[in-house]
């Protein structure tokens, strides 16, 4: 309800109609069987506009259902590595990494050490040296190597998803320390293939929702 003498309205072509009696606004509203509706209360006078809240309403809930459905979902599919994974399983995982990647989700390749292994930290490094160099025409390396715990971590994006500055993150090679060591006993791991993406689409922001003030 707009409680003020006098408004400042525009009507509904956009047109600037001047200060006028809010009684005044009201009435040529319900000629024109629309509604009066406050746009910008914190003005002196307060705006007014004369439009079809009803059509106003029904074309903001559209908008918003569009971007939403517009969103595009992205999730960090993880696949683990051991540092001394053979070929055949290597290739094997290096497909899900692929398909991921073609499918427009993010990569997260781990490589996971057992007991000693951890000290020979440049077989993973060499790992994901192998993966990014069998990736680079469909990904970028959003995050380059790095440990956590008893693991190496690295992510790679599809070359289509732009960083948060806007720009493809470039696509730099994991560090390899040339450190000798000897050969390690060949283990496989599983694929985990499903992991939630901690990053949502950002959607368009919401019309500002508006009250009819008719009384």
Not at 40 to 55: E, H, T
Request: charged content about 35%; hydrophobic content about 35%.
């Amino acid at each position: 309800m707009i409680r003020v003498k006098e408004v400042s309205v525009i009507g509904d072509d956009g047109e600037h109609l001047g200060t006028i009696p809010t009684e005044e606004a009201l009435s040529m509203a319900e000629d024109r069987d629309m509604d009066l509706v406050e746009v910008a209360a914190n003005s002196n006078p307060p705006v007014c506009r004369i439009m079809d809240y009803g059509k106003h309403k029904y074309k903001a809930s559209k908008k918003a259902h569009e971007a939403k459905k517009n969103q595009k979902i992205v999730h960090v599919k993880e696949v683990k590595f051991r540092p001394n994974t053979d070929q055949h399983d290597f290739d094997f995982k290096l497909k899900h990494v692929q398909r991921f990647l073609e499918a427009g989700d993010k990569a997260k390749v781990v490589i996971f050490f057992k007991g000693r292994e951890i000290v020979h930290r440049e077989f993973g490094q060499r790992v994901l040296e192998r993966v990014a160099k069998q990736t680079e025409d469909i990904a970028v390396i959003e995050q380059t190597a790095k440990q956590e715990g008893r693991t190496l971590v690295m992510i790679l994006a599809p070359k289509s998803f732009k960083t948060k500055k806007g720009s493809p993150s470039k696509n730099p090679k994991p560090a390899v320390e040339k450190t000798e060591a000897p050969q390690l006993a060949v283990d496989k791991t599983e694929v985990k293939t499903d992991v939630p993406e901690t990053q949502a689409a950002s959607a368009e922001p919401s019309t500002e929702a508006v009250v009819p003030n008719n009384e």
